[in-house]
């Protein structure tokens, strides 16, 4: 990925300036939705700004859904380049919920969007393992390392995020931008019932073994294997759902 360097002005730029400059970068490298962003590190020493500077404009624009933050894995682009360009009211004057799908302010069944994620996400790991380069799958392997290495149970929130970018990427890796965008959409819908699921070591051995055994079919570069291993790990959580419901409410 080859950046240029930015004007000597840019230490002197305000966060919403900053953010511009990032913005400008991010369209010079021709990144797409879901693509990883350069390192805050990589930003600051090409914008000749501080790294606090950079983190500050990032976290700024994730707060704004124009990109996503990951732990230890770092920031990707939520919206396409043409909707940014687009805007042209500063960065702390842009609503927080201007880029977020319309669909995501309708109430959804949760089996319904279960049931929708399963009819498309099967396909596409199918799709995915057909099409995949071996070095398309450094940022799914990043995520799985990521989720791998979460250890903590409380951390809903950051396995969920995690997890997430893990199925994001392997849906992006199927070429179809239409049914990836589907796909994120039902993703972020799903997010809020993802970080209320209960956590424990034991749920996130199956799970993780699951997302590895995934992970396994894509490096073999297996569609039926894909498409069976990711039936299967749907499953899981379509399950577990359904047991959680069939449980009496506890009594405080």
């Known amino acids: 990925m080859t950046i240029s360097a930015a004007s000597p002005t840019a230490a002197h730029q305000s966060l919403p300036g900053v953010w511009d400059s990032i913005w400008s970068l991010v369209q010079d490298c021709g990144l797409q939705v879901g693509d990883q962003l350069p390192s805050i590190r990589e930003l600051a020493e090409r914008l000749e700004v501080k790294q606090g500077s950079v983190r500050d404009a990032l976290l700024k624009a994730e707060s704004l859904g124009f990109v996503k933050i990951l732990p230890r894995a770092g920031a990707f682009l939520r919206v396409p380049g043409a909707t940014l360009t687009k805007v042209a009211t500063p960065l ?55 989720m791998l290495q979460l250890t903590d149970p409380t951390a809903r929130q950051e396995y969920v995020d995690l997890d997430l970018r893990f199925h994001l990427e392997i849906a992006r890796l199927s ?15 799903l997010r809020p019932h993802l970080n209320e699921v209960p956590r424990d070591l034991q749920r996130k051995s199956v799970t993780d073994r699951s997302h590895i055994a995934i992970y396994e079919a894509l490096v073999a570069g297996s569609a039926d294997r894909a498409r069976a291993e990711t039936r299967e790990h749907l499953s899981l959580a379509y ?11 506890t009594v405080m």
């Open 175 to 189: 070429g179809n931008s239409v049914l990836f965008s589907m796909h994120q959409t039902m993703m972020e819908l």
């Open 239 to 249: 399950d577990s759902m359904l047991r959680d419901i069939q449980e009496s409410p």
């Open 92 to 146: 702390d004057a842009v609503p927080a919920d201007a880029f977020l799908p319309v669909s995501s302010s309708a109430a959804h069944n949760l089996f319904h969007l279960l049931d929708a994620r399963r009819l498309i996400e099967i396909e596409l790991a199918g799709r995915a393992a057909e099409r995949r380069q071996l070095e398309d799958l450094l940022p799914i392997r990043r995520a799985l390392e990521a």
